[in-house]
């Protein structure tokens, strides 16, 4: 059975003034339906280069990306991407914004379908109470909320996230956190996700994909992550096997890949 | 039942009591008299002494029309010069009414009889003059907006037409008014042939050379506030795939208003400045005529009434920048920015 989203062979170079520049180099990496990944890596490594070649922000230079059996030229609702600093309208409240992305995807749809498709999508983010206030008015972590209910609301074929919580602190990323795991229950989401937490890609995750230090990034090595869900953080904190892959990673990020030396192939 | 509710009134009407009263205590009442001071006191100091020394050197002043006018003169042609305008507005009002006995007495007469109703043809005065060069300007200025800020959008979006375009604008930007006025002058002579003409040929030439002058700006800081959007939020026009329209409507146009705004009230200023020098040599009838005819005229009085159109052009000046403020105030999504 083909995969429902197919990374095969995907290299990229930027032209610099010195010659092309090539940040990843042969990524493949296929991903099944519903399945909740994470891209690990240090910072510069191209885990954000890898995300934006699947919304097609970027065009790989040799390589390509399959989604659901048709080839990813160019970006598309089917791919929302929820960014890292939640990249929401400053002029448009929360429900505008929604509104916005869900207007254009669902182009037609009758006045009431959109009002409460946009208010449903605000209520799985639980941010129906502020749905009119401007960005500026709220958290980071209410604006990231807002973000994903964009993001959610173009019910996208993979769900694509870029550090969504890296700017926030520590207590609100463990509360966004389980929202998220809570609208995973619920709506089974293909996720791809960045993070450079080793504790959320764990807890969130299905499968680890770890990627070494550019230039000519590649993935390093894969972890399965075969908890059972839900999952709680406090219970996992004793968990044998959850410290074992916290561990995996821990070893590859720090020990295998601290100095980019070592990764000349 | 009805006590509970009259008691939750009065206390509701008591928590709002107190507050206001905390409100009050809050105000350090002994800082009072030094913010009067700073936001009265001050300038007004400023304006005395400018007029002091004003009236100082002017007094040493001798000039082929006269002592120069101190502050007192120039006040007493503003008085003359509001008194003319009440007259002439008589002097109208009267011909009105002597035109009307004079059709009602002919057509009691003669029912059949054509009457003829003529327009006033009196001069102008200092305040329609005002009157003449605010239309003028913003005519200009409203043209050259609805080109500037399409060309800036265009620019801003596409370096093709950038690359285009700049060396354009570079080199028509820092042309004087006074260049362009015997161009378009002939040119509007030239073409603008009617009869019955809407508008004067002098206003035509002028609204124009304003125009040519004050678009730039606004052209520039067009482009560059498109152009120096948030990438961020251009991917996610392109992640929406939001229509070349929708995606100016709603993600060019709000993100670089600020930049737009700064530019229009830059050529709302220049267009001013232009318009008087236009207004000089095209002979439309507003201050910058006016300036020339007392010029022209060189009474006794000519210096202090030219003064008074100094203070009036930079007063009318200051009140259409502050015009746009109130208009960029009204516009702009950010209610909380510093506007100045």
Known sequence: ??????????????????????????????????????LIGHSGCGKSTVLNI????????????????KEVNEPGPDRSVVFQNHSLLPWLTAYENVELAVKQVYKGRPKQEVKSWVEHNLALVHMSHAMHKRPSE??????????IARALSMEPKVLLMDEPFGAL???????????????????NNTVIMITHDVDEAVLLSDRIIMMTNGPAATIGEIAEVNLPRPRNRVELAGNEDYNHIR???LKFLYERQTKPTENVA | MNTRVLSAIEGFNMTRAFSTLQKYQDINWSKIPGIIFSKLGIPAIAIIIFLLVWGGIASRIHTSLGQLPGPIQVWGQVISLVAEHKAERAKEAAFFVRQEV?????????????????????????????????????????????????????CGLSTTIYAALNPLIQTFKPVSPLAWLPIVTIIVSAVYVSNDPMFEKSFVTSAITVMLCCMWPTMI??????????????????????????????????????????????????????????????????????????FQNGSSNSLARIMVAVFTIGIIGFLLDLLMLMLQRAVSWDKNAQLR
């Open chain 2, 102 to 154: 004079r059709n009602a007495k002919t057509l009691a007469a003669n029912p059949d009889a054509k009457v003829k109703i003529r327009p006033y043809t009196g001069k102008k005065t200092f305040f329609d003059q005002i009157l003449t060069s605010i239309i003028t300007v913003m005519t200009g200025f409203i043209f050259a907006s609805l080109i500037a800020i399409p060309v800036g959008i265009m």
């Open chain 2, 221 to 294: 800081n067009t482009t560059v506030g498109v152009s120096s959007i948030d990438k961020d939020l251009i991917n996610v026009s392109r992640v929406l795939r939001l229509g070349w329209f929708t995606h100016i409507i709603k993600i060019v146009l709000p993100s670089s208003i600020p930049m737009m705004f700064a530019g229009l009230r830059v050529s709302l200023g220049i267009g001013w400045m232009v318009l008087i020098a236009a207004e000089m040599l095209a002979q439309n009838p507003g201050l910058g005529k006016f300036v020339w005819d007392e």
């Open chain 1, 169 to 187: 602190d520590a207590l609100t990323r463990a509360h966004m956190q389980d929202s998220l795991m809570e609208i995973q229950t619920r709506l």
């Open chain 1, 1 to 38: 059975m083909n995969p429902y989203l197919d990374i095969s062979q995907v290299s990229i170079e930027f032209p610099t003034a010195s010659g092309p520049f090539k940040a990843l180099s042969d990524v493949n990496l296929q991903i099944g339906k519903g399945e909740f990944v994470t």
């Open chain 1, 138 to 147: 709220l958290s980071g972590g209410m604006k990231q909320r807002v973000g």
């Open chain 1, 247 to 249: 561990a995996q990673v």
């Open chain 1, 54 to 69: 699947v919304a097609g922000l970027y065009q790989a230079t040799t390589g390509g990306v399959i989604l659901d059996s």
